[in-house]
Nanobody
């Protein structure tokens, strides 16, 4: 019913920047919140940043001040600008959305790889 498609991952050197984008499509009535999570090898998936429908943002402490999350409500997209990247930011990044179709559902994208070389 709802699809999330990410783009923008890739390989970058430490200190560089990447911008991730995610577009939600399907039988969407409204989107309560959108966000980004990441999962590094051997680790649990963790929150990176999220933004609510009231534009309230929440960042994981390690990325605060370097990453910026934003939404385009008209296009049902969320973006994550990542600056001053570090090797420890290497992970698969997943888009997440809390979406109302007929009921509220929690949806995930397929993930996009971000690799930061030292």
């Amino acid at each position: 019913q709802v699809q999330l498609v990410e783009s923008g991952g890739g390989l970058v050197q430490a200190g560089g920047s990447l911008r991730l984008s995610c577009v939600a499509s399907g039988m969407i009535t409204s989107i309560n919140a959108m966000g980004w999570y990441r999962q590094a090898p051997g680790k649990q998936r963790e929150l990176v940043a999220r933004i609510t429908s009231g534009d309230t943002t929440d960042y994981a402490e390690p990325v605060r001040g370097r990453f910026t999350i934003s939404r385009d409500y008209a296009k049902n997209t969320v973006s994550l600008q990542m600056n001053s990247l570090k090797p420890e930011n290497t992970a698969v990044y997943y888009c997440n959305a809390i979406v109302r179709v007929s009921n509220i559902g929690n949806y995930w994208g397929q993930g996009t790889q971000v690799t930061v070389s030292s």
